[in-house]
């Protein structure tokens, strides 16, 4: 039943791209109105509730498969020759949807979301010489807000994508380094 987490996470990500791309059509990502467009979306739309509920449990399922699923390779040793780039195409979606993740946990700026974004553009401007340059990158500016919301909504919605490319890429992978086998 193990080998069943990789399709697991690729329904899941379906799931998790139908719902991304209706939510964003409602949300703005504004300081202002991102939380009141997410209120909106769960008291105002029709099956907004449902279609954020979705999209978050779905977030907690991905996570959950993708360890699972990574472990498994592990365990069994997927990542021997001649596999091993698919150990490193993985890794690197891994990272990729840990991004994605976060950034969409900082989306509805509610208090916990805000302080979230705050302690992590922190983490990363402690970073020695490059911290302040790529905190600056990531806020937009000297604080939280508008353009620090607007590049994450961008970052969260274009990564998902990415996403998706690396998985096309990580089934080919499969494939490709797939043993011969004899008959």
Known sequence: WLWNFGAILVVVLLLMLATGIFLAM???PTSAEAFLSVEAIDRQLS????L?????TGANLFL??????LFRGLYYGSYKAPREILLISGL????????????????PWGQMSYWGADIITKAVGAVPVIGDTLEHILTGSDHLGDIFLHRFFV????????VVGIVGLH????HISEPTRLA
């Open 64 to 69: 959950a498969s993708l360890y699972i699923h």
């Open 47 to 50: 099956g907004g509730w449902l």
């Open 171 to 174: 089934l080919s992978l499969i």
């Open 92 to 107: 690197v979606m891994l990272l990729m949807v840990m991004t994605t993740a976060l950034a969409g946990y900082i989306l």
């Open 52 to 56: 954020r509920a979705m999209h978050m």
């Open 26 to 28: 409602n949300y703005t």
């Open 155 to 162: 970052l969260h919605f274009i990564m998902a994508f990415l």
